[in-house]
């Protein structure tokens, strides 16, 4: 059966945004149509003992509200840190981890404590001297349980195990004898599959999308998704589907709005008046002609720079998505997607689809939104729907791309 997943996400822990009430998470969850979501930041310890006093388990290793059916995995980030010798500066690498009971995260917690790691936010540190000690927290983590995953987050990010700050050539460098086991990697916003299919290092793995949200809004939640085929809804089925991968699809942002797709400086940085983006013809060492600093080479570049072209991709399914919430606050040409008309659009849509994702799964838009909803966010749906858009500007040194929706509509 198909499942809708979203699991990566983080809680009012992790700095930046206020508390998440997981009941508005599940609403969300519902209009989007998001079967399983993670929880975010599940091994710091007031969000364990949050999620384990609002969840109760349902099935094996999932949870969920009272009286309610949206389903939770039990989730967090890590930022694993370490000197690798043949590095001048620290590799760092955000990953996600995946938890199948509260027994496995107070171990993971008596770890974190035996090597003297502060877990005292929402996504903690783990940090280390050498590349053979990072193998070794790895494996220790992964001794816990068999059935907890180590995901390699938004890859391709400045952040990320393969993003242009860490510049390695392979993941070997980073997982040494730790590397069969990862099995899965996450395209985060800023890439997807096409970008990374050819990566030699990435080819035979599985791919899967996920939000990485701060908040239950409605263009937060499920911006990314991934929709599994598994026999059943539990811990195990979703693991084992990520493993082998038994993905259907996945759902991504166009990688051209990504903070980070090209490479260049903001207007607002020191000795600026005026931005500056290079879609090619990078200037050699990644100095700005303007400012003379060294710039962040873009994701595009980045990618170009590991794929190979002899490789024959397999196939992966996936979407370009824009969340209909923000479809229809630009097709009526209103900035907030909290305004009154824009959400009013949102709930006639919400009658007559089952979920955000069923719209876009259907053949029949046009059909079903005819005469409810007015003919240009309807086309505009469309042209979503046909991956009719980009971003121009794309996004860069921090900034997200601007979008223009169907050109010719
Ligand atoms: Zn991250
Ligand atoms: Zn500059």
């Known amino acids: 059966m198909k499942l809708a997943v979203d699991?990566?996400?983080?809680?009012?822990?992790?700095?930046?945004?206020?508390?998440?009430?997981?009941?508005?998470?599940?609403?969300?969850?519902?209009?989007?149509?998001?079967?399983?979501?993670?929880?975010?930041?599940?091994?710091?310890?007031?969000?364990?003992?949050?999620?384990?006093?609002?969840?109760?388990?349902?099935?094996?290793?999932?949870?969920?509200?009272?009286?309610?059916?949206?389903?939770?995995?039990?989730?967090?980030?890590?930022?694993?840190?370490?000197?690798?010798?043949?590095?001048?500066?620290?590799?760092?690498?955000?990953?996600?981890?995946?938890?199948?009971?509260?027994?496995?995260?107070?171990?993971m917690q008596i770890l974190m404590n035996k090597w003297g790691m502060k877990n005292t936010i929402g996504r903690p540190f783990i940090t280390s001297d050498s590349q053979k000690e990072l193998e070794n927290q790895?494996?220790?983590?992964?001794?816990?349980?068999?059935?907890?995953?180590?995901?390699?987050?938004?890859?391709?990010?400045?952040?990320?195990?393969?993003?242009?700050?860490?510049?390695?050539?392979?993941?070997?460098?980073?997982?040494?004898?730790?590397?069969?086991?990862?099995?899965?990697?996450?395209?985060?916003?800023?890439?997807?599959?096409?970008?990374?299919?050819?990566?030699?290092?990435?080819?035979?793995?599985?791919?899967?999308?996920?939000?990485?949200?701060?908040?239950?809004?409605?263009?937060?939640?499920?911006?990314?998704?991934?929709?599994?085929?598994?026999?059943?809804v539990n811990y195990k089925n979703i693991i084992q589907a990520i493993r082998q991968n038994s993905v259907i699809m996945t759902a991504e942002f166009n990688p051209a709005e990504g903070r980070y797709f090209s490479t260049g400086h903001r207007a607002d940085r020191k000795g600026h008046s005026q931005e500056l983006i290079f879609e090619d013809d990078i200037p050699t060492g990644l100095i700005c002609p303007i400012c003379k600093k060294k710039m962040n080479l873009g994701v595009r570049e980045r990618s170009t720079q590991l794929q190979n072209d002899s490789i024959v991709p397999i196939p992966r399914k996936f979407m370009h998505l824009i969340p209909l919430i923000e479809v229809i606050a630009t097709s009526q040409n209103l900035k907030s997607i909290t305004s009154k008309r824009v959400i009013k659009l949102f709930d006639i849509i919400m009658n007559?689809?089952?979920?955000?994702?069923?719209?876009?799964?259907?053949?029949?838009?046009?059909?079903?939104?005819?005469?409810?909803?007015?003919?240009?966010?309807?086309?505009?749906i469309l042209a979503v729907k046909e991956g009719d858009f980009k971003f121009q500007p794309s996004g860069f040194d921090g900034t997200y791309g601007k979008l223009i929706i169907g050109d010719n509509r």
């Open 138 to 232: 790895l494996f220790e983590i992964l001794n816990i349980h068999p059935l907890i995953e180590i995901i390699p987050a938004h890859v391709m990010t400045p952040d990320g195990i393969l993003g242009s700050k860490n510049d390695l050539e392979e993941l070997i460098e980073f997982y040494g004898e730790f590397l069969p086991k990862i099995r899965a990697i996450e395209t985060g916003l800023s890439a997807d599959p096409q970008m990374l299919e050819k990566i030699p290092d990435l080819a035979e793995l599985t791919f899967i999308s996920n939000s990485d949200c701060h908040s239950a809004a409605l263009n937060r939640i499920g911006r990314e998704f991934t929709i599994l085929d598994v026999e059943q």
């Open 7 to 107: 699991l990566h996400s983080h809680s009012g822990y992790a700095g930046g945004v206020g508390q998440i009430e997981l009941t508005a998470v599940s609403k969300t969850m519902k209009l989007k149509g998001i079967d399983v979501f993670g929880t975010g930041d599940c091994i710091f310890p007031p969000r364990t003992e949050e999620l384990k006093q609002e969840l109760t388990e349902v099935g094996d290793g999932l949870f969920a509200l009272p009286r309610d059916n949206s389903k939770f995995l039990l989730q967090t980030e890590v930022i694993f840190s370490t000197k690798l010798a043949h590095k001048k500066n620290k590799t760092i690498a955000h990953h996600v981890i995946f938890f199948p009971n509260y027994e496995s995260i107070y171990k």
């Open 352 to 380: 007559i689809f089952p979920s955000e994702i069923a719209l876009w799964q259907s053949d029949s838009i046009q059909v079903m939104l005819d005469k409810r909803v007015d003919q240009k966010t309807i086309n505009q």
